[in-house]
Protein backbone atom coordinates (compact mmCIF):
# COMPACT_ATOMS: atom_id res chain seq x y z
CA UNK A 1 0.00 0.00 0.00
CA UNK A 2 0.92 3.49 -0.72
CA UNK A 3 2.14 5.52 2.46
CA UNK A 4 2.24 8.78 3.12
CA UNK A 5 3.00 11.39 5.54
CA UNK A 6 1.35 14.96 6.27
CA UNK A 7 4.21 16.67 8.06
CA UNK A 8 2.28 19.60 9.19
CA UNK A 9 -1.49 19.88 9.99
CA UNK A 10 -3.68 21.72 12.49
CA UNK A 11 -6.63 19.01 13.13
CA UNK A 12 -6.88 19.56 17.06
CA UNK A 13 -8.30 22.90 16.43
CA UNK A 14 -11.91 24.05 16.50
CA UNK A 15 -12.50 23.16 12.26
CA UNK A 16 -12.07 20.03 13.03
CA UNK A 17 -14.23 19.73 16.36
CA UNK A 18 -17.83 17.87 14.93
CA UNK A 19 -16.10 15.06 12.86
CA UNK A 20 -12.14 14.98 13.58
CA UNK A 21 -12.39 11.08 14.04
CA UNK A 22 -13.85 10.99 10.36
CA UNK A 23 -11.37 13.26 9.17
CA UNK A 24 -8.82 10.35 10.58
CA UNK A 25 -10.30 7.94 9.36
CA UNK A 26 -10.06 9.40 5.79
CA UNK A 27 -6.79 10.09 6.26
CA UNK A 28 -5.92 6.49 6.83
CA UNK A 29 -7.93 5.22 3.86
CA UNK A 30 -6.13 7.84 1.69
CA UNK A 31 -2.68 5.76 3.16
CA UNK A 32 -1.52 8.50 5.67
CA UNK A 33 0.12 6.61 7.96
CA UNK A 34 1.34 9.24 9.66
CA UNK A 35 0.21 13.03 11.03
CA UNK A 36 2.58 15.90 12.62
CA UNK A 37 -0.09 18.05 14.09
CA UNK A 38 1.28 21.36 15.15
CA UNK A 39 -0.28 23.25 17.83
CA UNK A 40 -0.60 27.23 17.59
CA UNK A 41 -2.60 29.87 19.34
CA UNK A 42 -2.28 31.60 22.29
CA UNK A 43 0.71 30.28 24.65
CA UNK A 44 -1.32 31.59 27.66
CA UNK A 45 -3.99 29.67 26.71
CA UNK A 46 -4.41 25.60 26.53
CA UNK A 47 -3.91 25.47 23.23
CA UNK A 48 -0.51 23.03 23.23
CA UNK A 49 -1.87 21.01 25.48
CA UNK A 50 -4.80 20.20 23.50
CA UNK A 51 -2.11 19.40 20.53
CA UNK A 52 -0.42 17.47 23.00
CA UNK A 53 -4.07 15.63 24.24
CA UNK A 54 -4.68 15.09 20.97
CA UNK A 55 -1.19 13.05 19.90
CA UNK A 56 -1.79 11.05 22.79
CA UNK A 57 -5.19 9.26 21.83
CA UNK A 58 -3.84 8.55 18.37
CA UNK A 59 -0.64 6.73 17.63
CA UNK A 60 -0.20 7.76 14.30
CA UNK A 61 -0.43 11.38 15.39
CA UNK A 62 2.92 13.79 16.17
CA UNK A 63 3.28 16.84 17.63
CA UNK A 64 4.83 19.93 17.25
CA UNK A 65 4.79 22.92 19.92
CA UNK A 66 6.33 26.43 20.00
CA UNK A 67 4.85 30.37 19.40
CA UNK A 68 4.35 31.06 16.36
CA UNK A 69 5.54 34.57 14.98
CA UNK A 70 2.34 35.97 15.33
CA UNK A 71 1.92 35.54 18.92
CA UNK A 72 5.87 36.31 19.26
CA UNK A 73 4.65 39.75 21.55
CA UNK A 74 2.86 37.38 24.26
CA UNK A 75 5.95 35.07 24.48
CA UNK A 76 7.37 35.29 28.51
CA UNK A 77 9.52 33.20 30.76
CA UNK A 78 5.98 31.35 32.29
CA UNK A 79 5.62 30.30 28.66
CA UNK A 80 8.85 29.29 28.26
CA UNK A 81 9.06 26.55 31.10
CA UNK A 82 5.32 25.17 30.58
CA UNK A 83 6.66 24.23 26.94
CA UNK A 84 9.38 23.08 27.90
CA UNK A 85 8.11 20.81 30.30
CA UNK A 86 5.11 19.81 27.39
CA UNK A 87 8.08 19.28 25.43
CA UNK A 88 8.80 16.14 27.55
CA UNK A 89 6.10 14.20 26.40
CA UNK A 90 7.07 11.84 24.10
CA UNK A 91 4.37 12.36 21.57
CA UNK A 92 6.78 15.60 21.20
CA UNK A 93 8.97 15.30 18.39
CA UNK A 94 9.71 19.12 17.05
CA UNK A 95 9.56 22.72 18.35
CA UNK A 96 7.06 24.43 16.16
CA UNK A 97 6.25 26.44 14.21
CA UNK A 98 8.40 29.25 14.71
CA UNK A 99 9.60 31.93 12.84
CA UNK A 100 9.65 35.38 11.06
CA UNK A 101 6.14 36.50 9.36
CA UNK A 102 6.76 40.34 7.84
CA UNK A 103 3.51 39.94 5.88
CA UNK A 104 0.76 40.13 8.15
CA UNK A 105 3.23 41.89 11.23
CA UNK A 106 1.17 40.81 14.25
CA UNK A 107 3.86 40.93 16.42
CA UNK A 108 7.17 43.65 15.88
CA UNK A 109 9.77 42.73 13.43
CA UNK A 110 12.23 42.87 16.07
CA UNK A 111 10.25 41.17 18.82
CA UNK A 112 9.76 38.24 16.33
CA UNK A 113 13.83 38.05 15.73
CA UNK A 114 14.33 37.92 19.51
CA UNK A 115 11.70 35.42 19.75
CA UNK A 116 12.68 33.33 17.40
CA UNK A 117 16.12 33.06 18.54
CA UNK A 118 15.46 32.50 21.63
CA UNK A 119 13.18 28.99 20.55
CA UNK A 120 15.78 27.97 18.48
CA UNK A 121 18.32 28.02 21.67
CA UNK A 122 15.29 26.24 23.38
CA UNK A 123 14.74 23.58 20.83
CA UNK A 124 18.82 22.97 20.25
CA UNK A 125 19.17 22.59 24.14
CA UNK A 126 15.95 20.05 23.86
CA UNK A 127 17.62 18.44 20.84
CA UNK A 128 14.76 19.43 18.75
CA UNK A 129 14.13 19.91 15.55
CA UNK A 130 12.46 23.35 14.54
CA UNK A 131 9.80 23.84 11.95
CA UNK A 132 9.96 27.09 10.65
CA UNK A 133 7.53 29.03 9.84
CA UNK A 134 8.84 31.97 7.09
CA UNK A 135 6.62 34.62 5.04
CA UNK A 136 8.45 38.06 2.90
CA UNK A 137 11.75 37.25 5.65
CA UNK A 138 13.56 34.85 3.45
CA UNK A 139 16.67 37.07 4.36
CA UNK A 140 16.88 37.09 8.25
CA UNK A 141 15.08 33.87 8.32
CA UNK A 142 18.47 32.23 6.84
CA UNK A 143 20.34 34.48 8.49
CA UNK A 144 19.54 33.88 11.82
CA UNK A 145 19.45 30.18 11.39
CA UNK A 146 23.04 30.49 10.16
CA UNK A 147 23.76 31.87 13.13
CA UNK A 148 21.56 30.04 15.80
CA UNK A 149 22.00 27.02 14.21
CA UNK A 150 25.32 26.45 12.80
CA UNK A 151 26.28 22.89 13.04
CA UNK A 152 22.93 21.62 14.72
CA UNK A 153 22.51 17.54 13.54
CA UNK A 154 18.95 18.04 13.87
CA UNK A 155 17.97 20.93 11.90
CA UNK A 156 14.37 20.76 10.97
CA UNK A 157 12.19 21.77 8.29
CA UNK A 158 10.90 25.11 6.57
CA UNK A 159 7.25 24.29 5.80
CA UNK A 160 5.30 25.59 3.32
CA UNK A 161 8.07 26.63 1.26
CA UNK A 162 7.34 30.09 -0.84
CA UNK A 163 10.75 31.23 -0.71
CA UNK A 164 12.96 31.56 -3.75
CA UNK A 165 15.55 28.86 -5.09
CA UNK A 166 18.55 30.38 -3.34
CA UNK A 167 16.47 30.53 0.13
CA UNK A 168 15.60 26.72 -0.47
CA UNK A 169 19.08 25.77 -1.27
CA UNK A 170 20.37 28.04 2.01
CA UNK A 171 18.41 26.21 4.06
CA UNK A 172 19.13 22.45 2.36
CA UNK A 173 22.83 23.51 3.22
CA UNK A 174 22.20 23.98 6.64
CA UNK A 175 20.35 20.45 6.93
CA UNK A 176 17.24 21.46 6.47
CA UNK A 177 14.38 19.89 4.62
CA UNK A 178 11.80 21.57 2.85
CA UNK A 179 8.38 21.52 2.62
CA UNK A 180 5.38 21.69 -0.16
CA UNK A 181 1.43 22.67 0.69
CA UNK A 182 -0.86 22.24 -0.90
CA UNK A 183 -0.40 25.51 -3.02
CA UNK A 184 2.28 23.84 -5.33
CA UNK A 185 -0.65 22.56 -6.73
CA UNK A 186 -2.58 25.95 -7.18
CA UNK A 187 -2.32 27.32 -11.17
CA UNK A 188 -0.76 30.96 -10.29
CA UNK A 189 2.03 28.66 -8.46
CA UNK A 190 4.42 28.07 -11.72
CA UNK A 191 7.58 29.66 -10.32
CA UNK A 192 6.92 27.02 -6.66
CA UNK A 193 6.27 24.28 -9.17
CA UNK A 194 10.03 25.54 -10.92
CA UNK A 195 11.46 25.41 -7.90
CA UNK A 196 10.56 22.41 -6.49
CA UNK A 197 11.64 20.53 -9.87
CA UNK A 198 14.90 21.73 -9.15
CA UNK A 199 15.33 20.24 -5.21
CA UNK A 200 16.46 16.62 -4.41
CA UNK A 201 13.61 14.65 -3.48
CA UNK A 202 15.62 13.25 -0.49
CA UNK A 203 15.39 16.91 1.25
CA UNK A 204 11.65 17.25 0.48
CA UNK A 205 8.34 17.04 2.61
CA UNK A 206 4.54 17.22 1.95
CA UNK A 207 1.72 18.63 4.27
CA UNK A 208 -1.39 20.07 4.15
CA UNK A 209 -1.42 22.48 6.53
CA UNK A 210 -4.50 22.30 6.93
CA UNK A 211 -7.18 23.44 7.36
CA UNK A 212 -5.50 25.98 5.02
CA UNK A 213 -4.23 25.97 1.45
CA UNK A 214 -6.66 23.03 0.38
CA UNK A 215 -5.26 21.53 -2.83
CA UNK A 216 -6.33 21.27 -6.54
CA UNK A 217 -8.73 19.74 -7.28
CA UNK A 218 -10.78 20.38 -3.51
CA UNK A 219 -9.95 24.21 -3.44
CA UNK A 220 -12.78 26.05 -1.43
CA UNK A 221 -13.77 23.02 0.82
CA UNK A 222 -11.89 22.91 4.43
CA UNK A 223 -8.53 21.02 3.98
CA UNK A 224 -7.79 17.49 5.84
CA UNK A 225 -4.68 15.10 6.27
CA UNK A 226 -6.28 13.18 3.58
CA UNK A 227 -5.68 15.61 0.62
CA UNK A 228 -1.77 15.38 0.99
CA UNK A 229 -1.75 12.92 -1.60
CA UNK A 230 -2.97 15.45 -4.30
CA UNK A 231 0.29 17.65 -3.06
CA UNK A 232 2.39 14.10 -3.42
CA UNK A 233 0.93 13.83 -7.31
CA UNK A 234 1.99 17.35 -8.37
CA UNK A 235 5.15 16.41 -6.59
CA UNK A 236 5.67 13.06 -8.72
CA UNK A 237 5.00 14.86 -12.05
CA UNK A 238 7.53 17.23 -11.34
CA UNK A 239 10.15 14.68 -10.61
CA UNK A 240 8.62 12.55 -13.23
CA UNK A 241 8.38 10.02 -10.67
CA UNK A 242 5.72 7.55 -9.70
CA UNK A 243 3.25 8.66 -7.14
CA UNK A 244 4.05 5.99 -4.69
CA UNK A 245 7.67 6.70 -4.65
CA UNK A 246 7.03 10.20 -3.64
CA UNK A 247 5.33 8.98 -0.55
CA UNK A 248 7.97 6.46 0.35
CA UNK A 249 10.57 8.97 0.07
CA UNK A 250 8.58 11.47 1.71
CA UNK A 251 7.72 9.20 4.42
CA UNK A 252 11.60 8.04 5.29
CA UNK A 253 12.85 11.86 4.85
CA UNK A 254 9.90 12.47 7.49
CA UNK A 255 11.40 9.18 9.65
CA UNK A 256 14.70 10.18 9.23
CA UNK A 257 13.98 14.04 10.47
CA UNK A 258 11.87 13.01 13.51
CA UNK A 259 13.28 9.85 14.89
CA UNK A 260 9.80 8.04 14.56
CA UNK A 261 10.93 5.61 11.76
CA UNK A 262 9.05 2.93 14.07
CA UNK A 263 5.97 3.90 13.84
CA UNK A 264 6.22 3.88 10.04
CA UNK A 265 5.92 0.94 7.65
CA UNK A 266 8.83 1.68 6.00
Not at 35 to 59: C, I, K, W, Y
Not at 123 to 137: C, D, G, K, M, T
Not at 166 to 188: C, E, P, V, W, Y
Request: aromatic share 6%; with cysteine.
Amino acid sequence: MTQFVDSHCHIDGPEYDEDRDDVIARARAAGVTTMLNVGTGDPHSSAFERAVALSEQHEEIFCAIGVHPHDAKLFDDPVETSLVELAKNSRVVAWGEIGLDYHYDHSPREVQREVFRRQLRIARSLNLPVVIHSREAKDDTIAILREELDVYERAGVLHCFGGNLQMALDAIDLGFLISFAGNLTFKKAQDLRDIARQLPLDRLLVETDCPYLTPVPFRGKRNEPARVVETAKCLAELHDRQVNDVGRITSENFARLFGVRSQLRL
